[in-house]
């Protein structure tokens, strides 16, 4: 996947059902990694693969974990029950990409799983409308300062073919709250995000609804057993998604 560029997504041939399925794969994967404690902090076009094989089949692939960490599992009380809040040990260094980092990776606090997602909402903008949603910041403190306080749109005319129920999805991915953002795992609850067969489906961006017809399947897994180390990057190389749609 490639980010820069007005109008790229478009000029890829990328359609908002297209870019639905990548970030149903994306999020797939991310709770695939999330699952064992993993987050990865530098989700970005460039880790996120893309290979088509025959048979229909649609293979996703996020890569290169040289910057993840493993995660502890704190138990907090919520509302009288006990629930597992996952966030990385001690860690508030600045690790990720410059136009991706989440604001509490910026602002210098404990990092969690939902960083992830909010590299996920920038992809996902992007794709959606061929630019990035902080472009037209002179320098990298007027940058910084715009992510953290949300200063994103959807002005521009890409956006008026875009539907409600993607841009809902957008704003829930770049929740400036990290902790009301979405897990990876919820994020696929989203109606956007649902098999093709649900009634938003009507919606996608003036196309017609043609998903009670498809058949869909995933698999996904995450690649490497957890060994003795405790290094991140030894406990996982990859994360695989793999998509089959076929005619019913």
């Known amino acids: 996947i490639t ?15 297209d870019v639905r399925e990548i970030m149903r794969m994306a999020l797939s994967g991310l709770a695939a990694i999330h699952d064992q404690s993993i987050v990865h902090r530098d989700i970005k076009p460039e880790n996120i ?3 088509d094989r025959r048979g229909g089949l649609l293979d996703l692939r996020i890569a290169d974990f040289g910057t993840a960490h493993r995660m502890e599992t704190i138990e907090l009380l919520l509302g009288g029950t006990v629930a597992p809040r996952l966030g990385v040990r001690g860690e508030t260094r600045r690790v990720g990409t410059r136009g991706y980092m989440a ?3 910026l602002a210098g606090l404990p990092v969690g799983p939902t960083a992830d997602v909010w590299s996920l909402g920038v992809i996902l903008y992007t794709l959606l409308c061929g630019r990035h949603p ?5 320098n990298v403190r007027n940058e910084e300062a715009a992510v953290q306080l949300g200063l994103w749109s959807f002005d521009g005319a890409n956006w008026a073919e875009v539907s409600e129920a993607a841009k809902h999805t957008v704003r829930k ?10 897990k990876a795992q919820e ?11 649900d009634p938003w489906d009507g919606e996608l961006g003036g196309e017609r609804r043609g998903g009670a017809n498809l058949a869909e ?3 996904v897994r995450a690649k490497g057993a957890a060994g003795g180390s405790g290094k991140a990057e030894e406990a996982i190389d990859g994360a695989y998604v793999s998509r089959r749609m076929a005619k019913r």
């Open 134 to 138: 902080f472009d037209g910041h002179l």
């Open 187 to 197: 994020a696929l609850e989203l109606p956007w995000l649902r098999p093709l067969t």
């Open 3 to 17: 980010s820069s560029g007005e109008d790229e997504a478009h000029a890829a041939g990328y359609s908002e059902r």
């Open 173 to 182: 991915l770049l929740d400036q709250d990290a902790q009301t953002r979405p």
């Open 103 to 105: 604001p509490e990776v």
């Open 217 to 219: 399947s995933y698999t």
């Open 49 to 51: 693969l893309l290979l």
